[in-house]
């Protein structure tokens, strides 16, 4: 079993920049992949970034170009750059990853940007 706890959120001005961090801890043997999600009032839930264990990246257009996700899987880390922030970016961001085979999630963080 695992799990995530996530660091980083805050509040930043439209233009800003602000990292999150979410480490995976407990018992589990393999991470198959950890990446982030966000979800803004009245909206789904939706993939933000994604990397694999063999460092594959994911990203929607939406985020392509502002937000790099890197990982440190020594550590059993994701890191979530984000540059260039718009107000639209302003949601909850939920770490996830897959600890062998099965999904978690963290707690989420807050993430307000101001115009």
């Known amino acids: 079993q695992g799990h995530l706890v996530e660091s980083g959120g805050g509040l930043v001005q439209a233009g800003g920049s602000l990292r999150l961090s979410c480490a995976a801890s407990?018992?589990?043997?393999?991470?198959?992949?950890m990446g982030w999600y966000r979800q803004a009032p009245g909206k789904q839930r939706e993939l933000v970034a994604r990397?694999?264990?063999?460092?594959?990246?994911t990203y929607p257009d939406s985020v392509k170009g502002r937000f790099t996700i890197s990982g440190d899987m020594t550590k059993n880390t994701v890191y979530l750059q984000m540059d260039n922030l718009k107000p639209e970016d302003t949601a909850v961001y939920y770490c996830?990853?897959?600890?062998?085979?099965?999904?978690?999630w963290g707690q989420g963080t807050q993430v307000t940007v101001s115009s």
């Open positions: 996830n990853a897959n600890l062998d085979w099965e999904d978690y």
């Open positions: 407990g018992n589990f043997f393999r991470i198959t992949y």
């Open positions: 990397i694999t264990r063999s460092g594959a990246t």
